[in-house]
Each structure stands twice: as structure tokens, then as C-alpha cells.
């Protein structure tokens, strides 16, 4: 393999290091007569833009949720009174994070699969919880999901949620989203295989459901959903758990509807191999003979690409969500990164869901993608803290072709942002910042995010939750799903402790 170029990455907008900390032109944004207006100063600013311009001391200028300006503080021009003026010494102001995969409605499974065999998932784990988790369920599982993600930094996810057991777990999800005003794409996720000749890929009847039925149900959720901050796409589970009839017509429902297609594809080495038998090639090759790669299609995990799928991905400017903690979790491989980044694909990184990962922490997910690559190809000089989290700004936001709204910090753009405390001592010291955020990885060192301008977390706590009852809510949610699905019982006798 190659060393990791960086002209190669910076072609992609995605570049592999930090660009030294640089001096701005002074410049004042246009200002309006209404229109709400706030100015953060005195912070360390990264930009993330096409440059990776970064401000030892800078400032950053919101004005009607978008970014107004973004520059040095020796080149801040006059301020008008009328603009509210918030001094951020101490911090840290940068793209909001980006979740490119996860499962909100998951959020109250954290632990029930840890090291759980492959017989017990098919009869206690999978298709059990899919009839548990309803959408009241659902609901308190996406704020506990949620809660963790903003708190931590996210601005954005991209969720799959499944829906043929209980059709109103979309639901459930998309209100947990609207009351707590993430950015998001949720993906229901549908599925209709009727072939048995692979167990870990069949597809029970009573899960399967027409592409009649399927874009009906898409269609309702958009047009009670859609909203600037939240986008309800097709999802077809994977080309072996979904028809080719099924695969082409989420696909052209999202053509159709003007928005995202989403699956998981070349996930594990079990679907590499029963895609080369029922296909005679890779997921992603028959992906492309379907005709259902481009642009605005979100392809999950992609573990299992050969030369041909990566070039192939990259030319048809789809985007790859790298999930390298799930990956982990079930020893599903490890995926090409450093070739996807040579090619240009774009890629952002996921946590996946709580039930296959345990965490929704994106700086274990950012710190992880960097770490595995070095270890698994004996290549220390891999990669960067900085590589980590150009990835989860706006890696993430082109992998979800967004990157023209979010995921850096420039004139125009949504103001989508985080605030990090410097100060924490995992941060400390600063001459090693960017590198701590990423290796030191202390998530609660978020203190403020915002959504289009507007503050939602306030020094770690979010305005519209109160943590204790999500906590409550959710405790009791999992409840419920547990003694539904018999898997109480399970947790307690998996243990070889001795519990008084």
C-alpha cells in the first residue's frame, strides 16, 4: 500500500493534515437591517474548509443561522451594537460532528449483544427485539441516542430505522428528533428476500413487505417529517436481503422524491461470500448492475471492497459510512480505508447503533478509524488526529452529499458548530490540542452546539431535555423490550460472576 497522499486527499476535499494555523484577510460580512446576528470571539477556530485555514485566536459570525464570517481576531472589523457579541476564551469553535450511521430507536439495547453467539442473536436477539421495539419504545430509546450525540458534539446523523415489525418506530424516532432539533437523515429501512439458501441473511416472512407497501410507507413519513433539519429517505436493508425489485424501487423513490438512497452493503465477510456465489462478484459490483450507485447514494460499512468496487465508488461519487467500532465489535474486517481515501471516495465515519457498538461516542469512533488501520497494517505513521476529524466534519458531510450546508465553518454555510472546552485536563497541554481531542478523547469537554445558529446544548446540557427523565424514560423502555424478548433472563445468566 501506498504512503497516504495528501494532494490525493485535498483533491478530494477531505485532506489528510491540518493546514498550519494562518492569518485571514479582514473582512466584513454584510449586514441587514433584521435578522438575528451573533458574533463568537477569542476562540481557536478551525475551519475545516478547503484550505483547513485555523485561528489561533479567532472569531466566527452567525447571522440568520448561517455563517456570516469567519476570520482572525486581528482582522475583526467594526461590530455593529445590534450584533450579540459572546466571548469564547478558553475554547475551541469548530464544525458541529457528523454521524454518518447509527440506530437512534437502538439507544436502549447498549450491552444486551456483547460477545452474544450467532444462534442466540437469531433466536433471542434480531427478529424478537424487531417485534419488542415498538414505536413508544422507539421514542425514549432515539432521546437517550440523541442526548449522548448532541452532548458529545453532534450536529448531524444519518439513521436507519426499521419498520416492517412495527411501522410506527419511524415515528417514534422522528418526533425524538424534532423535539430535540438534530440535523438528521432517516433512513426507513425496508427488506423482502425470500431466499433461505444463507440463514444469517433470510429474511422471516412476517418481515418482508411489498415495494408497494414499502414506498407508501416513505412517502407518509416524508410528508408528515420533511422539515430544513430533518430528511425522511428509502432505505433498502442490503442486496441480499432485498429483491432486485425492491432495490430498484427505493432507489427510484429517492430519485422520485429528490432524496438520499441508503443501504448497508459488503458488511461482513459472510455477505462477500454469498454474494460471490448467488452474484459472482462483490455486493458493491452488483450494486452498479442494478444502477443504483451515484450520487446521493449512502452505502453503510463497506468493509468488503475489491480494487474495481473502490475505484468504482469513487467514480460514481458515493458516499461510505466507515464504522470501525461495530466493525470491531463483530469481527466484521477491517475496511480499505487508506485506498478509499487515494481514490477520492467519499467517505465520513459512523458509530452504528448502541446494540452493535454500545457507545454513540464519536471521538472513540474518530480515534478508533485511525488506530485499527495502524495496528492491522503494522504502519504506525498512518493517518492523524487531524485525518479523524476532517472525517467527521466534512468527510461526513460530503459522504452524505451535504457538504455544500455543513461541515466546515465557511461564508454561507449552516451554522452548524461546536464549542470545546480547553481547559480539561485531558486537553492539556494545549501545544498538543488537536491530537488530544482525538487520542485523549474526552467527549464531555463539549460544552456548547449549535444547530442554524441556535444554541441547543448549553455548557453540556441540552435545552430541551432533562437528562434525568431521558435516563428514566429509557431505563424503562428497556425494560419492557427485555421481558418482551426473554433476553432479561439471558443478561443474567451470561455472566460467570457470582451476583448476590
Known amino acids: 500500500m501506498s504512503k497516504l497522499s495528501r494532494q490525493a486527499f485535498l483533491r478530494t476535499g477531505t485532506a489528510a493534515g491540518l493546514a498550519t494555523l494562518l492569518p485571514a484577510v479582514a473582512r466584513t460580512p454584510a449586514h441587514a437591517q433584521d435578522g438575528s446576528e451573533l458574533l463568537l470571539t477569542d476562540a481557536i477556530v478551525l475551519t475545516m474548509d478547503t484550505n483547513r485555514r485555523a485561528f489561533q485566536s479567532g472569531y466566527v459570525w452567525i447571522k440568520n443561522g448561517r455563517i456570516a464570517d469567519v476570520g482572525a481576531m486581528t482582522n475583526l472589523g467594526p461590530v455593529p451594537n445590534e450584533v450579540t457579541r459572546r466571548s469564547m476564551t478558553g475554547h475551541l469553535v469548530m464544525p458541529g460532528l457528523i454521524n454518518c450511521h447509527t440506530h437512534l430507536s437502538n439507544g436502549i439495547m447498549r450491552g444486551i449483544y456483547d460477545e452474544m453467539p450467532l444462534e442466540v442473536w437469531f433466536s433471542k436477539g434480531m427478529w424478537p427485539v424487531l417485534d419488542a421495539l415498538d414505536g413508544a419504545a422507539a421514542e425514549p430509546a432515539a432521546e437517550l441516542s440523541i442526548l449522548e450525540l448532541m452532548t458529545t458534539g453532534v450536529t448531524t446523523c444519518a439513521t436507519g430505522e426499521m419498520a416492517t415489525a412495527n411501522p410506527d418506530v419511524p415515528d417514534g424516532v422522528s418526533t425524538a428528533l424534532e423535539r430535540t432539533g438534530m440535523r438528521a437523515v432517516l433512513s426507513r429501512i425496508t427488506m423482502d428476500s425470500a431466499d433461505d439458501t444463507s440463514s444469517s441473511q433470510f429474511i422471516p416472512e412476517a418481515y418482508r413487505e411489498t415495494p408497494e407497501s414499502a414506498i407508501n410507507e416513505v412517502l407518509r413519513l416524508q410528508k408528515r417529517f420533511n422539515s430544513s433539519r430533518l430528511m425522511i429517505v428509502p432505505e433498502a436493508l442490503g442486496v441480499l436481503r432485498c429483491t432486485e425489485e425492491m432495490v430498484r424501487a ?43 450507485l451515484g450520487p446521493k447514494t449512502l452505502l453503510a460499512h463497506g468493509v468488503w471492497l475489491d480494487d474495481d468496487e473502490v475505484e468504482l465508488v469513487a467514480k460514481r461519487q458515493t458516499g461510505i459510512s466507515h464504522n470501525p467500532v461495530s466493525n470491531a465489535y463483530y469481527a466484521s ?3 480499505r480505508l487508506p485506498e478509499m481515501i487515494d481514490a477520492g471516495v467519499r467517505v465520513g465515519l459512523g458509530t452504528d447503533g448502541a446494540s452493535t457498538n454500545n457507545s454513540q461516542n464519536v471521538w472513540e469512533t474518530m480515534k478508533m478509524s485511525v488506530l485499527i488501520q495502524k495496528q492491522w497494517r503494522e504502519q504506525p505513521s498512518f493517518g492523524s488526529a487531524e485525518l479523524a476529524l476532517e472525517l467527521m466534519t466534512i468527510g461526513g458531510a460530503r459522504a452524505l452529499h451535504l457538504e455544500d450546508e455543513i461541515g466546515s465553518l465557511e461564508t454561507g454555510k449552516k451554522a452548524d458548530l461546536i464549542a470545546v472546552d480547553t481547559q480539561r485536563v485531558a486537553l492539556s497541554p494545549s501545544q498538543t490540542l488537536v491530537s488530544n481531542l482525538v487520542y485523549s478523547n474526552d467527549p464531555l469537554a463539549v460544552r456548547d452546539v449549535y444547530i442554524d445558529g441556535e444554541r441547543l446544548v448549553q455548557n453540556g446540557k441540552h435545552h430541551a431535555l432533562d437528562h434525568g427523565a431521558v435516563i428514566d424514560n429509557a431505563r424503562s423502555a428497556a425494560a419492557t423490550v427485555l421481558s418482551r424478548t426473554g433476553l432479561d433472563s439471558y443478561i443474567n445468566e451470561r455472566s460467570t460472576w457470582t451476583w448476590e
Open 333 to 335: 474486517g477491517v475496511a
Open 250 to 292: 427505493m432507489h427510484q423513490l429517492s430519485l422520485d422524491t429528490s432524496s438520499h438512497f441508503v443501504m448497508h452493503a459488503a458488511s461482513s465477510q459472510d455477505e462477500r461470500d454469498e454474494s460471490r456465489r448467488r452474484f459472482g462478484h462483490g455486493s458493491i459490483s452488483e450494486l452498479e448492475q442494478l444502477g443504483v
